[in-house]
C-alpha cells in the first residue's frame, strides 16, 4: 500500500465519511471495524471489499443518484458529472476537490500562466479538474473546451497562451495547423509564447515529447487520474514516472486473487481518494500499472507508477505466466542496439497441453535476419523473454520491415 496520508487524516476522513456515507457506513458495519478504533490504512483497508466500477454504477441504479457514496447531501457539492456506466461522479466543494493543483505545481505552472484548457466541459470533468489546478495556483483559464481546431489555432496566435491542456494528439494537430496557417515554422516560433503542456486520458509517447520539447521548446508531462477519483498520479520535472497524488492511497493488486503484488510488478491499481465529499474506497481502476521502487531524484517522498502499462483482461497467460501487451513492446527496446528492429509482436499457441510462445520480429535492413547477426538478436532476444517474461520462447522468427502489417503485439491462438 501506498501513500503519504498520514494516519491521523486518514482516521480523520474515513469517521467522517462513515457518518456522512450510507455507502461508507455499511462497508465498515460489515467489516466490523468501529470508526472511534480506526487503526492505519494497513490495517483498515485490506478488511473492506474492492469495488469495481460496474459495481457502482449498479449501486447507484440500486440507490439513486449516487449510491450512497455522497458524504453531504447536495450542499457539500459543486457539481455533477456523468460517465459511461452510467455513473454519476461529483465535484465537492474544496477549491481544488481533485487534487488538481500539486500535478500542475509540478509541472511548473504558476501564477500568471494562461492556459488553453482544450478538455470538454460538458458532464466530463477532466476540463474541471484542469481549471481547479491551475486556478489555484494564480493561473488564468481560457476555457476553449472542444471548439474547432481554426478557432483553437486563432486563439494561440492571438492570446499569450503558456500553457496547454488535452491530449497529445490534438496538441499535435493544433500544433500541424498552425504551421500551416502562419507558413514557415521559424516565423512563428518566437510568437508563440507556449512553454508547457499538461496531458493526460492518452500516453504522450517519447517522440512527441522530444519534438514539443526540440522543435516548439515546450516542456510535456503527463498526468494520471480518473472522473471518480481525481488525480491519482503525475509527472514531476524528472519526468520519468508519475508521483502518487497526496490525497491518494494506491494498491496495487493482482486482479484475479486481489492479494498485493510483490513490489515493483504489474498489477492494477486500486484507488481509496480521501475526497471527503465522494470518499470512495478501494475504487478497482481496471489499469495496470507497476510501482518505481527507486526514490526520485527531484526529492519528492511520494513512490512513482510507471504510468498506465495496459487495462486488466489485456494479459495473456502462458506456462502460468501472464504476458502483457506492453512487454512485448519494451523487448523491442531491449535489442534495439543490436539491430535496426521496427516491431515485435507475440503469439501464443499450444501443443498438446503445451503453451508455446512464439515471437515474430520486424528488422529494418536484410543482413540482420542472417548470419551473426540474426544469431545475436535471437540470443539476446530469448534471453530478455526469459528475463522480462519468464517465459522462454518456443521460436523467434525474423521477417522484413512491414511484413507484420497490423498483428495485435500479443495474440492468444490457443482454442479455448
Ligand atoms: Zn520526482
Sequence with gaps: MYRTVSDSEFAAFLSYAYRGAP??????????????????????????????????AAQQQADPPFGGWVSGGMTSLRRVFVSPGPIHNVEGTRPDDWGAAEAFRAAGFGPGDLVLNTFTYHLSPAAFIVEAGVLTLGGVVVPAGTMSRSEQVRLLQQLPVTGFAGVPSYLRALLAALTESSGAMEGIKPLLALRRAWFTAERLDDDFRRELAEEWSVKGFQGYGTAELGIVAYECEVQHGMHLGEQVIVEVLDPSTREPVPEGE???????????????????????S?????????????????????????GVKVRGMFIYPHQIEELARVVAGIARVTRITARVDQEGHRDRLFLDVETAVG?????????????????????????????????????LGDRPLLADERQS
Excluded: F
Aim: a neutral charge; proline letters at 10%.
Design 23 to 56: 455507502a461508507v457506513r455499511r462497508l465498515l458495519d460489515e467489516a466490523g471495524i468501529t470508526p472511534g478504533e480506526l487503526g492505519p490504512p494497513e490495517e483498515v483497508l485490506p478488511n473492506l471489499p474492492v469495488t469495481q466500477k460496474e459495481e457502482l
Design 266 to 288: 504489474v498489477g492494477e491499481l486500486v484507488v481509496t481518494a480521501m475526497r471527503p465529499a465522494y470518499p470512495l474506497l478501494r475504487l478497482a481502476t481496471g489499469d495496470l
Design 290 to 314: 507497476r510501482v518505481i521502487t527507486e526514490p526520485c531524484p527531484c526529492g519528492r517522498p511520494a513512490v512513482r507508477i510507471a504510468g498506465v502499462l495496459g487495462r486488466v483482461g489485456s
Design 367 to 403: 543482413e540482420a535476419r542472417e548470419g551473426t547477426v540474426a544469431t545475436a538478436l535471437k540470443e539476446v532476444l530469448a534471453a530478455a523473454a526469459r528475463d522480462r517474461l519468464r517465459v522462454r520462447p518456443d521460436g523467434i522468427e525474423l521477417h522484413p520491415a512491414g511484413s
